[in-house]
């Protein structure tokens, strides 16, 4: 009866593993990878992967076409800092406010680092204005991918993209070599 019991423990583990490897989408011939997000376009992304540009740019859409994003691909592998900036490193970045919340956070893993800054810009009254987030992914002595987005929180699509550009990123695999 253990034995039972471990086979069925097994095969659980086994089977969300299953479900994440046939979610994959390969992009640039195989180079990398993220989990499908199923408001995301992805025959379009998926279109992009033969153009002989596919290291330097990448644009991701959502399926009902509205929003779309560039993603760039710099030559250099950015390497990516965990320390959070200081007030006067915002305000060199984002100039000066006193109604803006900063929160970042980053993910390191074997397959690429992945960092996330967000910045809430506030009204007079404390509610908000605008959110920006600017997206890293970066791994070792390779490229590195980085995108910017900034919605208003009352433009549903907007949202819908910031939060697939979220998940976008967090899923995201290099095989580069």
């Known amino acids: ?8 423990l097994a095969l659980l583990f086994y089977m969300p593993n299953i479900a994440v490897a046939a979610d994959q ?23 992009q992967s ?8 990448l644009k991701i859409k959502l399926k009902n076409g509205k929003k ?38 980053l993910v390191r893993n074997s397959t ?19 959110i920006e987030k600017d997206f890293y992914f970066s791994k070792k002595d390779t490229y590195s991918v ?6 208003r929180p009352d433009d549903l699509d907007g949202m819908t993209m910031l939060n697939a550009l979220e998940q976008f990123f967090l899923s995201l695999k290099v095989d580069w070599n």
Do not use: W
Request: aromatic share 10%.
């Open 112 to 130: 690429g680092d992945v960092r996330i800054d967000t910045f809430i810009n506030q009204n007079k009254e404390g509610g908000v204005d605008l």
């Open 1 to 8: 009866m253990a034995a039972r019991h471990s086979t069925i």
């Open 25 to 47: 989408i390969r992009y640039c011939n195989n180079m990398f990878s993220f989990i499908s997000i199923k408001i995301l376009d992805n025959d379009f992304i998926k279109s």
């Open 146 to 151: 980085y995108a910017v987005y900034k919605t």
């Open 68 to 105: 779309i994003v560039k993603l760039s691909f710099p030559s250099e592998s950015y390497q990516l800092d965990s320390t959070q900036p200081t007030m006067a490193a915002l305000n060199d970045i984002k100039g000066k406010s006193t109604n803006t919340i900063y929160q970042g956070y």
């Open 50 to 57: 033969a153009q002989p540009n596919c290291k330097n740019e």
